[in-house]
């Protein structure tokens, strides 16, 4: 079954809600009107009912019309358009009396029917509409009256009124339909031009944008919304394409010094000194490419979210303790000293894999940057809201306009400066896509010469 096009129900959801609302009026203005003609038809029947109870002569046990022989003349030399039928029966419901223009029919008449309500039945094969009303003289019931005029006029008007109302609402709605769906055309043809523009943006494009509407309305945060999406794509796109030949090239150096390491030792027969320390050469450089591959692996790990994070309950102090004791000979190599004095058992509720992850990255970057003999501190503070890990160290420092480039994959500030300082450039770039994932705030302090001080900022909340 073909689906219906986004133009067509727009203009079927309209003509839903519009025919719905045009049923209830047409429904509404038909019960009006019937409303009020069995309304006027009801008031001319107790009028009549009541202005002949009054008229009609009791006598005894028998009751007639006082005024009967002008009737008689009147049906001779008048014709009635609209005729009332009266009869009059006794307390028994045997008839008494009738109007001359009934002739040999009878009205309807029970004793069970109430008095003063109106009712529909049938005289002489057509409607009429009818009422029974007690005569009574001094308040006491002698017999009942029973009024009746034809409805067959008013029932023609009510039918003829259902009949324009269903035709008009038929009409109404095909020609509705119609405008709707023109109108609907008119209203999505800016989305129209949104689509067909964005089918034009291909990845060797990205730099194209969508026309953004004048009017600031739907379709205007539409396309700027989509505009900022692409923008995010092309930056997505162009760090990749960085980070990919970036690490091409820092992959290629370790490559290169062993090929020509390697390369060396084929020109000629060395002794096996010099074999042991070129292998030796080519093994550090393996490490150090192992442990860049490494890192680009965990880097691109956190940075797609395949990590799945979860929150639990831990010890803060208990996961610090573990990252020093494993990072502790590094630690006794450069003769730092980590002071780590907590003043109670700080637990938090976070991912245990990526808060692990953050602190060794911090304090082994805060090791790396820190001369031999110096000291490295670590603080724990906590209030209601927000528990702070704060990693100080006494380093070379970083100057103020390179912090905000520091995260970014490969850079080092001032590698050229401190060719001893070896490194890729990723612990912080780790660091902060993890913090992103685990929704943790980070923020640096540094000056040169100084030291460094990193604050990590995570929220208090409840175990669900």
């Known amino acids: 079954m073909r689906e219906m096009s986004y133009r067509n129900r727009i203009a079927k959801n ?66 009635e358009v609209n005729p009332v039928f009266i009869e009059v029966h006794g307390l028994d419901g045997k008839l008494m009396d009738r109007s001359p223009n009934l002739k040999a029919d009878e009205l309807e008449f029970d004793l069970n029917f109430k008095d003063n309500e109106p009712f529909n039945t049938i005289l002489n094969k057509k409607p009429i509409r009818q009422i029974k009303v007690a005569i009574k003289r001094n308040g006491q019931t002698f017999g009942y009256i029973s009024v009746a005029v034809p409805v067959e006029g008013y029932f023609l008007v009510l039918n003829t009124l259902r009949n324009i109302l269903l035709v008009s ?44 509407p004048v009017n600031r309305d739907e379709l205007f945060h539409l396309a700027s919304s989509i505009n900022d999406l692409l923008t995010r794509i092309e930056s997505s796109l162009m760090r990749e394409k960085q980070f990919t ?25 060395r002794e096996n000194d010099v074999y042991i320390a070129k ?13 860049m591959v490494d890192q680009l692996l965990l880097l691109a790990r956190v940075d797609s979210k395949q990590h799945q994070t979860q929150s639990i309950e831990l010890s803060l102090v208990e996961l ?6 494993r990072i502790s000979k590094a630690i006794m190599a450069k003769d730092i000293s980590v002071i780590f004095e907590p003043e109670s058992d700080f637990q938090v509720v976070s991912d245990p894999f990526l808060l692990d992850l953050i602190i060794e990255n911090l304090i082994t970057n805060a090791l790396k940057y820190s001369q031999n ?19 100080k160290d006494k380093g070379i420092g970083i100057r103020s306009e390179e912090l905000q480039k520091i995260f970014n994959p490969f850079y080092r500030a001032d590698a050229i400066d401190h060719p001893n300082i070896k490194g890729h450039g990723l ?22 010469g100084i030291g460094t001080i990193i604050t990590l900022t995570i929220k208090q909340k409840q175990l669900s």
């Open 14 to 79: 309209y003509i839903a809600a519009t025919a719905t609302l045009f049923a209830l009026v047409f429904i509404l203005i038909y019960i009006v009107v019937h409303v009020a003609v069995y309304s006027h038809l009801d008031n001319l029947l107790k009028q009549v009912a009541e202005k002949h109870a009054n008229e009609v002569l009791v006598d005894g046990g028998k009751i007639t019309f006082i005024n009967k022989d002008e009737w008689e003349e009147r049906e001779h030399r008048e014709v």
């Open 169 to 212: 609402f038929t009409f109404s709605m095909l020609l509705l339909f119609l405008v709707a769906r023109y109108l609907a055309g008119k209203s999505i043809q800016p989305v129209q031009s949104i689509i067909e523009s964005s089918q034009l943006i291909q990845h060797d494009n990205l730099n194209e944008r969508i026309p953004v």
């Open 373 to 391: 003999g110096q000291q490295i501190e670590i603080i724990l503070k906590q209030n209601e809201l927000e528990t702070f890990i704060s990693i």
């Open 245 to 269: 030949a970036n690490a091409a090239h820092q992959l290629k150096t370790p490559l290169a010094v062993m090929k020509g390491t390697f390369e060396v030792l084929l020109r000629k027969p």
């Open 427 to 448: 612990g912080l770039s780790i660091v902060q896509r993890a913090c992103r994932l685990a929704l943790i705030d980070v923020d640096i302090e540094s000056k040169v």
């Open 279 to 291: 292998i030796n050469e080519g093994i550090i450089e393996i490490d150090r490419m192992s442990k």
């Open 320 to 325: 610090i303790d573990n990252v020093v004791q």
